[in-house]
């Protein structure tokens, strides 16, 4: 099946750093996603992108879907200890009215942010 | 705004015997995932339903088995459960007109002992 190398595995900043982690995978997807999950919660949404070349930004948060469509990185700028969590890439291989709509995800990427 | 659903939040369970789980997708929401996640790892597909047929399949075990029913709420049924059955079953909804959007529900905490 599908996989997605996510790095890296861990990070540990100061607060006010910029961070950056991407996500390749050996095969195309039609969608990146990046979640963020916090201890006994569920993987929470925090941006989409659905078309090659697209750069998306949430806040802080800056995503690109690279144009292979095989890569995606995620950028968060000026960390904050609530930043602090497991970020997850995730593909989906999805085409209009037909196929496969699930997720396949990174092994993620644990942020630590040091005030 | 509503979220996904799920119960219980927590369950324990002994070897052999048999669990189910719960899931309220968003209201309007159409498809359904369940994912398992283990201690440190990343969320596992394991079965999906649109309209209440199944979608897709992924590495669901023959020991659970999963529908969906006509008001669009799914449950997960795990039998014969083992030790490494032990993990974060994870629902997740999204309207089929919306690719890419899956939103999760907090999870459901299953312990075998």
């Known amino acids: 099946g599908q996989q997605l190398n996510q790095s890296p595995q861990s990070m540990f900043i100061q607060e006010g750093e910029d961070v950056s982690m991407n996500c390749t995978s050996s095969?195309?997807?039609?969608?990146w996603l990046w979640y963020k999950q916090e201890p006994g919660e569920g993987p929470v949404l925090l941006i989409a992108l659905y078309k090659a070349g697209e750069l998306t930004s949430n806040g802080r948060l800056t995503a690109q879907f690279g144009i292979t469509r095989k890569d995606s990185f995620l950028n968060i700028s000026a960390s904050i200890p609530s930043d602090v969590g497991i970020y997850f890439c995730a593909g989906q291989l999805s085409y209009s009215g037909a196929g496969s709509y699930q997720l396949t995800f990174g092994k993620g990427t644990k942020l630590s942010v040091i005030p | 705004a509503a979220g996904v659903i799920q119960s219980p939040r927590h369950l324990i369970k002994e070897k052999r015997e048999t669990a189910t789980l719960k899931c309220y997708p968003i209201?309007?929401?159409?498809?359904v995932y369940w994912y398992q996640q283990g201690p440190g790892q990343d969320p596992q597909f394991l079965i999906s339903?649109?309209?209440?047929?199944?979608?897709d399949k992924g590495s669901i075990p023959d020991r659970f088995s999963a529908q969906q029913f006509s008001d669009y709420h799914s449950e997960l049924n795990m039998s014969s459960l083992e030790l490494g059955d032990s993990a974060l079953y994870f629902c997740?909804?999204?309207?089929?007109?919306?690719?890419?959007?899956?939103?999760f529900g907090e999870g459901s905490r299953l312990t075998v002992l």
């Open positions: 339903f649109y309209e209440k047929m199944q979608s």
């Open positions: 095969s195309i997807f039609n969608t």
């Open positions: 997740a909804s999204s309207s089929r007109g919306q690719i890419g959007e899956l939103f």
């Open positions: 209201p309007r929401h159409d498809t």
